[in-house]
């Protein structure tokens, strides 16, 4: 009975400190680290990252040391959630920066592979993933060079993610809001680390390019995957329906009909596009479903196995392809 009906002082003494925890639930943690994460987009300035992981330390040596005191520890504790999402923020804004050129548009011989073709008006826009930039036929320093750039195009036959091109293009800087606090096209070039826009004045060459770094093969491999799938779909899907099969099984929505986007627009449903938790879920759950009941009419693998964990994890693989072949966008992380 003791543990259950403990009236010791130490057991009074930490019932507190065990009703606030449940308190300060998972749940309010998240809104106090999006609320970090806000205030570093609310601030005018961008703070230093070093100034804010010895702030974060105390706050946690604060809320360490006061576990005695319940409501100064809840406190605390909160205090340093907030920080931890204010340092957070900082820290992938300085994981992602990279190169960007000026804003004057200069012309540049660029060589790199493909990591997607959008539509683009009436031509397509080529995202670039750089491998190196020649101008005047000097090749820029690696500190100058741009993660990755976007060339619009006026056709994109033959093109592919994970092909190697080298084009001739006219680059600047991404451009800024249009009106004052308006969208930002810049701010999202940065965190997708692209480093220039701009329009090709020469025609796309077609090169042999090895890359030595694991991770731009695995990249390039994985974008070739997806256009292996999108061209499969392409060829055996009726006209009408292709490019929404596209959009909801890689999330690629470039070969969408303006008629369909418009339609879904105006019946508030372009948000099915988005591959998120409703995707995730009949994935994940057809998957269950289906390998539950085939393995459960096994008679033999049924009574000497538990078959919903062997379906739970098919289905959380299924699930961890089905966001390798998307474009692994927010939503589908979260979902």
């Known amino acids: 009975m003791h543990g259950i009906y403990d009236a010791s002082p130490e057991a009074a003494q930490s019932a507190p400190r065990f009703t606030l925890f449940q308190t300060l639930s998972f749940e309010v943690g998240t809104l106090l680290f999006g609320a970090g994460i ?34 100064f520890w809840a406190l605390s504790l909160g205090l340093a959630i907030i920080v931890l999402g204010l340092w957070r923020a900082t820290l992938h804004t300085n994981s992602v920066a990279a190169p960007i050129l000026s804003q004057h548009s200069q012309a540049y011989m660029v060589t790199g592979w493909v990591r997607a073709v959008e539509r683009s008006g009436s031509g397509y826009r080529v995202n670039l993933r750089v491998g ?68 090709a004045i020469g025609k796309v060459q077609t090169i042999e390019r090895q890359s ?7 990249s390039k491999t994985r974008a070739a995957f997806r256009a292996r799938i999108i061209a499969r779909i392409q060829s055996r899907a009726p006209p009408q329906t292709a490019g929404l099969q596209v959009a909801l099984i890689t999330g690629e929505r470039a070969f969408i009909p303006e008629d369909q986007v418009e339609a879904l ?3 508030g449903l372009a948000h ?43 289905s959380l693989l299924a699930a961890t392809l089905y966001l390798v072949i998307s474009t692994g966008a927010v939503s589908t992380q979260r979902a």
């Open 212 to 218: 030595t770094a694991f991770s731009q093969r695995w």
């Open 272 to 314: 099915i596009l988005a591959i998120s938790g409703l995707h995730m879920g009949l994935v994940a759950g057809g998957v269950y479903w289906a390998l539950t009941l085939l393995l459960a009419s096994i008679d033999v693998l049924a009574r000497r196995y538990d078959v919903r964990k062997i379906s739970a994890t098919v």
């Open 265 to 267: 627009r105006v019946t």
């Open 132 to 199: 190196n930039m020649e101008q005047y036929g000097e090749v820029l320093p690696a500190h100058e060079t741009p993660h990755a750039v976007r060339i619009k195009i006026k056709g994109a036959e033959g093109l592919s993610p994970g092909q190697d091109i080298k084009i001739f293009a006219r680059l600047s800087a991404p451009p800024r809001p249009v009106i004052a606090d308006g969208y930002d096209p810049a701010r999202r070039a940065y965190f997708d680390r692209v480093g220039a826009n701009g329009f």
């Open 38 to 71: 806000v205030l570093y987009f609310a601030l005018p300035f961008e703070p230093p990252f070093a100034g804010l992981s010895a702030i974060l330390f105390i706050c946690i040596c604060l809320a360490w040391l006061s576990h005695s005191r319940a409501q």
